[in-house]
């Protein structure tokens, strides 16, 4: 017995190094963690167990290049994975997939996060004279790396699926990623392809780096394809820990509450400061943000993309919620194209996993123009409204300064799209379009035929402001405000607000599912 312990001790530790010590220092001197040393920081002390360690170990290449199991986070139970560069490159084979397929299986039935941390070429290229059980295209199991887009499909909406890229995570490897709901990149090491430089080069005849192609600042900033934007591995993990605080294990589970450090009836009266009277004058909705939720505390989720909208996590009153605002700092806070997709896209996770959703709506309306009509804002902005009628979690929206036309639509402000309880500040204004455009659109010719054509723009804009962009006769008017509020006392509405809905019956009617015009 002893014999044999100790030859399993010496296999189990000769796996352990992966693809050996001098891989190991090639990492290191590139600033790079080694697979299981990126899980050991990613998970608490201690925690980690790993599923096959052994696999492949006669052959030279232990575990096949992943590294599988299941931890914790804050003592939550998480199945993880990491890709293992040292071994075949972290390229998949039959049985990198066979685990990568299983472990992502095994989460889904257990109802618990999936955390992948992705460095991978993609499928593994087999040299002909030793094709066979190896080729990842020779297979006839139906569970392997090929298809475990599959698997992420059936967890979407089910369990939460995190990823984070480190090196590069090219060819099919980034399908996996793009599927789940969010994926990190580390600034100045992650890329993100389907096909890299020397093959574009060998094609098309450009030239192009890798961070140029999809680094980090193009996925993050440019297209969207990835959430969080981090300066290092170690700020990766941390990150990783932060948002998982703000998620359930699965859709059946409400979020994560906690304590409550924040006083919930807290007035802010520096909102009165931060945000101008004047609806055309920009202002910092990310100030407004931190100043309502609890202790300051605010996950963005896209920082760097789509900026005119902003959309991420914060907890009121210990709960999290999902948060949805206008940007005036960036292209006036009108909505895009790219916000569009940004915002429907946040507000059906946050529907999937239960998280309410608090809008703070500013806006002038849909960008216009030629550019964004050829880019379909038709299509993309129908994606939100979709996502609005979908959505069945509580949901309260506040009106700080004004809401024009589609817009109207397009954050949930007119009733019928779902919304449970809109609350509008003084400076309040909503209608077809602001006081400016309507009178010079109906009185262009009187104005112009006047004998002080400025006085008469100024009295009918006055006059104009009056009967439309004045939120007290709104008030006096409508029933789907329920209440003019001051500013200050915005936060406490809204933990009153989410208070009184946090046993709102949701019905979905009946289907296999929707089509939504992606």
Not at 103 to 127: K, Y
Request: include cysteine.
């Amino acid at each position: 017995m002893k014999e044999k312990i100790e030859r399993l001790r010496q296999a189990q530790a000769a796996a352990a190094l992966g693809g050996g010590r001098e891989k190991i220092d090639r990492e290191h001197e590139r600033g790079r963690l080694t697979a299981r040393e990126r899980l050991a920081a990613l998970l608490d002390e201690g925690s980690f167990v790993e599923f096959n360690r052994l696999v492949k170990h006669l052959d030279g290449a232990p575990g096949d290049g992943i590294v599988t199991g299941h931890g914790t986070i804050d003592g939550r139970t998480v199945c993880a994975y990491a890709q293992d560069v040292t071994v075949l490159g972290g390229s998949q084979g039959y049985m990198h997939g066979r685990k990568l397929y299983k472990i992502h299986e095994l989460a889904l039935e257990m109802g618990v996060p999936i955390i992948a941390l992705c460095h991978s070429p993609g499928a593994r290229v087999v040299r002909p004279e030793v094709a066979g059980s190896d080729d990842p295209y020779r297979v006839s199991d139906e569970k392997h790396a090929g298809v475990v887009f599959y698997v992420n499909a059936m967890s979407s909406g089910v369990i939460p699926q995190l990823a984070a890229v480190f090196g590069n995570c090219t060819g099919g490897s980034v399908y996996s990623p793009a599927l789940m709901d969010f994926i990190f990149m580390v600034e100045g090491q992650s890329h993100m392809f389907i096909t890299g430089p020397r093959v574009i080069k060998s094609v098309l005849g450009e030239e192009v780096s890798m961070a140029e192609l999809g680094g980090a600042g193009v996925h993050c900033d440019r297209t969207g394809v990835a959430d969080f934007k981090v300066a290092s591995e170690a700020d990766c993990f941390g990150e990783i820990r932060r948002l998982l605080a703000f998620l359930p294990d699965n859709w059946r589970q409400a979020p994560p509450r906690r304590p409550a450090a924040d006083d919930p009836e807290r007035l802010v009266d520096v909102l009165e400061e931060l945000v101008p009277a004047r609806p055309t004058r920009a202002y910092d909705m990310r100030q407004v943000i931190r100043a309502l939720v609890d202790e300051g505390d605010f996950c963005e989720v896209k920082a760097g993309h789509a900026g005119e909208i902003i959309v991420g996590f914060g907890r009121l009153d210990g709960a999290p919620v999902g948060i949805v605002a206008n940007q005036p700092l960036v292209k006036a806070g009108c909505m895009t194209v790219e916000s569009s997709a940004k915002q429907a896209r946040f507000i059906r996770f946050c529907d999937c996993f239960n998280l309410p959703l608090v809008l703070l709506v500013d806006t002038p309306g849909y960008l216009p123009g030629r550019e964004q009509e050829h880019a379909g804002i038709i299509r993309h902005g129908a994606k939100v409204l979709y996502a609005l009628s979908e959505a069945t979690v509580p949901r309260v929206a506040i009106l700080l300064r004004k809401v024009y036309g589609g817009a109207a639509l397009g954050m949930g402000i007119l009733p019928g799209f779902g919304t449970d309880l809109i609350f509008a500040w003084p400076t309040a204004e909503i209608g077809a379009m602001g006081a400016e455009q309507a009178v010079d659109l109906f009185y262009g010719r009187e104005l112009a035929a006047a004998a002080d054509p400025e006085a008469s723009r100024r009295e009918k804009i006055r006059r104009y402001r009056e009967l439309y962009a004045d939120s007290l006769a709104l008030a006096s008017q409508v029933t789907y405000v329920q209440d003019i509020i001051e500013p200050r006392e915005t936060r406490r509405c809204l933990v009153r607000s989410l208070r009184l809905l946090r046993g709102k019956e949701r019905r979905r009617r009946q289907r296999h599912h929707g089509n939504i015009p992606l």
